[in-house]
């Protein structure tokens, strides 16, 4: 069972230094246009993300019409904003406090807090229905079929309610209804489809030895809960329909009951997710800016562990690449191995993001703690694939290699210099110290004599005010 993925053109090799960003990134994540190593596709960096986001959102004047922020009208904090909104009614209210911090300090402790609550509810509306639209078109191709479709429902809601935002839409009565119904019937529609499959494969129970009736009555009440998972993606559901059963089929003493079951599971539906469904259920009570998140998330870089946190998996660096959201979450815990073997382009699709992030590590565009990470990052993929999965970072490790060689000659030419250095200091520090030696002495034999001299002194003295004294008397 191999599954259709994007192509992935394998001649592709890194050109170092060439159309790169001059701007330096701390994280890999920030790379734009990454490729997901499953899907294929071009992510959205974090930055990115924050932007388009950003684009979304409705300016002042428009913001301040929502009815969840009318509840301050007339207070001061209200006015301030509003005047704000005259001068600049496009610009989204979290600029008035970003470039007003000192005014805002000045404001009493209750119109701060006041402050923050509008500007909270301000950052989760959005501009109309048709600008949001507009602005979420470029993201489109790169989304799965149900989220373009949703967005086509979405552009036709836009025309009919122009001045509302999509928060507003979805929480009218007649869309909730409309939805709510077809997402219902699709839901029956797949049960019953379901439960005829199902139906089916109890009946060849009594095809099976009875040693292994009970095995498969509970494979089959498994691949039930995986085929209805609506929020997983049909790879995934294949991936773990086809491991499930893999070992059981394989067993089976009679290969004709066995391709009988092999077709019929086969014949599976699996339960997927419908415009409908985002619209009924997950779109219909998030805000505005959640409702764009939904999308622009899903195709957000995201860190996937190599070995997930459920298999002891650590959350270095070295234990990662890197997925769109929506593919990190079909991963789960799958072993790469599975994924090699049912998406032939996972080894590809790592080669090409591999090969930008090498691009941008031999550039300096990332800090040097990531230098080793794709020598790292291979041996893990090599280990948990049992060498399924190699990836050529031979070019690379030559230029880190002539680097490095450059970086150890100059090294060694400074340690020589330093030695060089720190010898002819210790040469001055052992001549300084025998002229201190020297000096020692003398401070302890003038020292001797100081004190002799003292003590003659002294006694001197003495013999001088004896004598005195006598000849004073005699007088």
Same mark, same amino acid.
């Given at each position: 069972?191999?599954?259709?993925?994007?192509?992935?053109?394998?001649?592709?090799?890194?050109t170092f230094g060439y159309g790169i960003p001059k701007r330096n990134f701390f994280d890999i994540r920030d790379i734009?246009?990454?490729?997901?190593?499953?899907?294929?596709g071009q992510m959205l960096s974090s930055i990115e993300r924050e932007e388009l986001l950003n684009k979304t959102r409705a300016g002042a004047a428009f913001a301040l019409r929502n009815?969840?922020?009318?509840?301050?009208?007339g207070s001061p904090v209200f006015k301030l904003l509003v005047e704000f909104a005259k001068k600049h009614p496009r610009t989204p209210l979290a600029n008035f406090v970003s470039t007003n911090k000192k005014m805002i300090n000045h404001l009493p402790e209750e119109q701060k807090a006041e402050l923050d609550e509008i500007v909270e509810i301000a950052n989760t509306?959005?501009?109309?229905?048709?600008?949001?639209?507009?602005?979420?078109?470029?993201?489109k191709p790169h989304l799965s079929v149900a989220d373009r479709e949703t967005l086509d429902i979405m552009e036709v809601?836009?025309?009919?309610?122009?001045?509302?935002?999509?928060?507003?839409?979805?929480n009218k009565p007649e869309v909730i209804e409309y939805h709510y119904k077809i997402?219902?019937?699709?839901?029956?529609?797949?049960?019953?489809?379901a439960e005829m499959v199902f139906n089916q494969l109890a009946k060849y129970t009594k095809l099976l030895p009875d040693d292994m009736q009970n095995q498969f009555a509970q494979l089959n009440d498994k691949a039930q809960k995986?085929?209805?998972?609506?929020d997983s993606s049909d790879e995934r559901k294949l991936m773990l329909l086809d491991n499930l059963y893999k070992d059981f089929l394989e067993n089976i003493p009679d290969k004709k009951t066995a391709e009988k079951i092999k077709k019929k599971i086969s014949e599976i539906p699996l339960r997927q997710n419908t415009a409908d469904r985002n619209i009924a259920k997950k779109l219909r009570k998030k805000n505005d800016i959640s409702i764009v998140s939904f999308f622009v998330n899903k195709i957000t870089s995201t860190f996937e562990h190599i070995i997930p946190d459920s298999q002891n998996g650590t959350r270095g660096m070295y234990?990662? #690449? &890197?997925?769109?959201?929506?593919?990190? =979450?079909?991963?789960?815990?799958?072993?790469?191995? #599975? &994924?090699?073997?049912?998406?032939?382009? =996972?080894?590809?699709?790592?080669?090409?993001?591999?090969?930008?992030?090498?691009?941008?590590?031999q550039n300096k565009r990332l800090p040097g703690c990531y230098q080793t990470y794709p020598l790292k990052v291979r041996k893990t993929l090599d280990r948990v694939t049992d060498s399924q999965i190699k990836i050529d970072i031979d070019k690379y490790l030559k230029k880190r290699f002539k680097t490095v060689q450059m970086n150890l000659e100059s090294s060694k030419k400074q340690k020589e210099k330093c030695q060089k250095d720190l010898k002819d200091v210790n040469i001055q520090i052992s001549k300084l110290t025998q002229q201190l030696q020297a000096l020692n002495r003398k401070q302890e034999t003038l020292s001797k004599q100081s004190r002799a001299a003292a003590q003659k002194y002294w006694k001197t003295l003495q013999n001088y005010k004896l004598f005195a004294n006598a000849m004073k008397k005699d007088k």
């Amino acid at each position: 069972m191999i599954l259709n993925t994007p192509t992935y053109n394998n001649s592709f090799t890194p050109t170092f230094g060439y159309g790169i960003p001059k701007r330096n990134f701390f994280d890999i994540r920030d790379i734009p246009k990454l490729t997901c190593a499953k899907c294929g596709g071009q992510m959205l960096s974090s930055i990115e993300r924050e932007e388009l986001l950003n684009k979304t959102r409705a300016g002042a004047a428009f913001a301040l019409r929502n009815t969840a922020i009318q509840s301050h009208n007339g207070s001061p904090v209200f006015k301030l904003l509003v005047e704000f909104a005259k001068k600049h009614p496009r610009t989204p209210l979290a600029n008035f406090v970003s470039t007003n911090k000192k005014m805002i300090n000045h404001l009493p402790e209750e119109q701060k807090a006041e402050l923050d609550e509008i500007v909270e509810i301000a950052n989760t509306i959005t501009l109309k229905a048709p600008q949001v639209i507009k602005k979420l078109h470029k993201i489109k191709p790169h989304l799965s079929v149900a989220d373009r479709e949703t967005l086509d429902i979405m552009e036709v809601y836009a025309k009919k309610y122009p001045q509302n935002t999509f928060s507003e839409i979805f929480n009218k009565p007649e869309v909730i209804e409309y939805h709510y119904k077809i997402k219902t019937f699709q839901k029956e529609q797949y049960n019953i489809q379901a439960e005829m499959v199902f139906n089916q494969l109890a009946k060849y129970t009594k095809l099976l030895p009875d040693d292994m009736q009970n095995q498969f009555a509970q494979l089959n009440d498994k691949a039930q809960k995986i085929a209805r998972i609506a929020d997983s993606s049909d790879e995934r559901k294949l991936m773990l329909l086809d491991n499930l059963y893999k070992d059981f089929l394989e067993n089976i003493p009679d290969k004709k009951t066995a391709e009988k079951i092999k077709k019929k599971i086969s014949e599976i539906p699996l339960r997927q997710n419908t415009a409908d469904r985002n619209i009924a259920k997950k779109l219909r009570k998030k805000n505005d800016i959640s409702i764009v998140s939904f999308f622009v998330n899903k195709i957000t870089s995201t860190f996937e562990h190599i070995i997930p946190d459920s298999q002891n998996g650590t959350r270095g660096m070295y234990n990662g #690449i &890197f997925m769109c959201s929506q593919c990190n =979450f079909d991963r789960g815990d799958l072993p790469y191995k #599975i &994924f090699a073997k049912y998406i032939p382009d =996972f080894a590809g699709n790592i080669q090409k993001q591999m090969n930008k992030i090498m691009v941008f590590i031999q550039n300096k565009r990332l800090p040097g703690c990531y230098q080793t990470y794709p020598l790292k990052v291979r041996k893990t993929l090599d280990r948990v694939t049992d060498s399924q999965i190699k990836i050529d970072i031979d070019k690379y490790l030559k230029k880190r290699f002539k680097t490095v060689q450059m970086n150890l000659e100059s090294s060694k030419k400074q340690k020589e210099k330093c030695q060089k250095d720190l010898k002819d200091v210790n040469i001055q520090i052992s001549k300084l110290t025998q002229q201190l030696q020297a000096l020692n002495r003398k401070q302890e034999t003038l020292s001797k004599q100081s004190r002799a001299a003292a003590q003659k002194y002294w006694k001197t003295l003495q013999n001088y005010k004896l004598f005195a004294n006598a000849m004073k008397k005699d007088k």
